[in-house]
């Protein structure tokens, strides 16, 4: 069983910086790549950046390049999600997601909790 722990939101304001993190256990943890998504209320689930351990390729949604970064530990299995310049349209819940071994760069098997981002005027 894979276990992913976010840590970081909060409230703030726009213009304003977060950084969120995500701890991943588990007796057989072994991803490639991790990433970070986001709902908000009555949208879909979008991914906003993605990380592969051993080529160091990165993914970022067309709205947060330039104001997201994407980073990791991998001998910690954590990854980090640094949010720069937050605007309103940034508030959602933010979830870690995890990814069996042989799975595509865009494809997640394993969901943390959440933790809600909002981002006042």
């Known amino acids: 069983q894979v276990q992913l722990v976010e840590s970081g939101g909060g409230l703030v304001q726009t213009g304003g910086s977060l950084r969120l993190s995500c701890a991943a256990s588990g007796r057989t943890f072994s991803s490639n790549a991790m990433a970070w998504f986001r709902q908000a209320p009555g949208k879909g689930r979008e991914i906003v950046a993605a990380?592969?351990?051993?080529?160091?390729?990165?993914y970022y949604a067309d709205s947060v390049k330039g104001r997201f970064t994407i980073s990791g530990d991998s001998g910690k299995n954590t990854v980090y999600l640094q949010m720069n310049t937050l605007k309103p349209e940034d508030t959602a819940v933010y979830l870690c997601?995890?990814?069996?071994?042989?799975?595509?760069?865009?494809?997640?098997?394993?969901w943390g909790q959440g933790t809600q981002v909002t981002v006042s005027l």
């Open positions: 990380l592969a351990w051993s080529s160091g390729r990165t």
């Open positions: 997601a995890a990814q069996k071994p042989w799975r595509d760069f865009f494809e997640y098997d394993y």
